[in-house]
T-cell receptor, first 115, second 112 residues
Framework: DTEVTQTPKHLVMGMTNKKSLKCEQH?????MYWYKQKAKKPPELMFVYSYEKLSINESVPSRFSPECPNSSLLNLHLHALQPEDSALYLCASSQEGEPYNSPLHFGNGTRLTVT | GESVGLHLPTLSVQEGDNSIINCAYS??????FIWYKQESGKGPQFIID?????DKRQGQRVTVLLNKTVKHLSLQIAATQPGDSAVYFCAERLGGSYIPTFGRGTSLIVHP
């Protein structure tokens, strides 16, 4: 079992819906990430939070809105998505500030389908 | 959209054989390298890592080799088992950064 928990596991939403993806970790990590992964492709970085502040936004469309309520929680708010946004959304965490021996720890993702 | 018919590089081995998965990385300034295993329906799982001041590191049944001269990384899995079937990603990280860049991935299929 992963130490990064993501909910829901699966989500089907229409293009006019608003939904949120949730991620939680209790490893004391201070960096948290959202990745998008299409089938047969590597994960693509979307956002990075460092000490609860957004530090990286990889030019993600505004229909994706991240939020970090506290050091253990990370949300991704979704609104007016397109069918091409269907993918596996992965959350990860790491110990920022330690450049060595601090790999990312991933959750099992939310499989999102936009109809 | 996605390319129809896009496939990952695939390595097929028999159970009990040793497997070698290769990765060419892009940036000579990268100083930390990680291998991840991703099983179907799961997120990537950390396997082993190596710093650029090393050329070999061993774990349980796995060994990572780093050749900085040709910017090449490999993952060796001893006595491969059906449970090793997964997609394997290498990742590199630039010095001073904590964010990895993932390679393309290799699908390992282990036949009983």
């Amino acid at each position: 079992d992963t130490e990064v928990t993501q909910t829901p596991k699966h989500l089907v939403m229409g293009m006019t819906n608003k939904k949120s993806l949730k991620c939680e970790q209790h490893m004391g990590h201070r960096a948290m990430y959202w990745y998008k992964q299409k089938a047969k492709k590597p994960p693509e970085l979307m956002f990075v939070y460092s000490y609860e502040k957004l530090s990286i936004n990889e030019s993600v469309p505004s229909r994706f809105s991240p939020e970090c309520p506290n050091s253990s929680l990370l949300n991704l708010h979704l609104h007016a998505l397109q069918p091409e946004d269907s993918a596996l959304y992965l959350c990860a965490s790491s110990q920022e500030g330690e450049p060595y021996n601090s790999p990312l720890h991933f959750g099992n993702g939310t499989r999102l389908t936009v109809t | 959209g996605e390319s129809v018919g896009l496939h990952l590089p695939t390595l097929s081995v028999q159970e009990g054989d040793n497997s070698i998965i290769n990765c060419a990385y892009s940036n000579s300034a990268s100083d930390y390298f990680i291998w991840y295993k991703q099983e179907s329906g799961k997120g990537p799982q950390f396997i082993i890592d190596i710093r650029s001041n090393m050329d070999k590191r061993q774990g349980q049944r796995v060994t990572v080799l780093l050749n900085k001269t040709v910017k090449h990384l490999s993952l060796q899995i001893a006595a491969t088992q059906p449970g090793d079937s997964a997609v394997y990603f290498c990742a590199e990280r630039l010095g001073g950064s904590y964010i990895p860049t993932f390679g393309r991935g290799t699908s390992l299929i282990v036949h009983p």
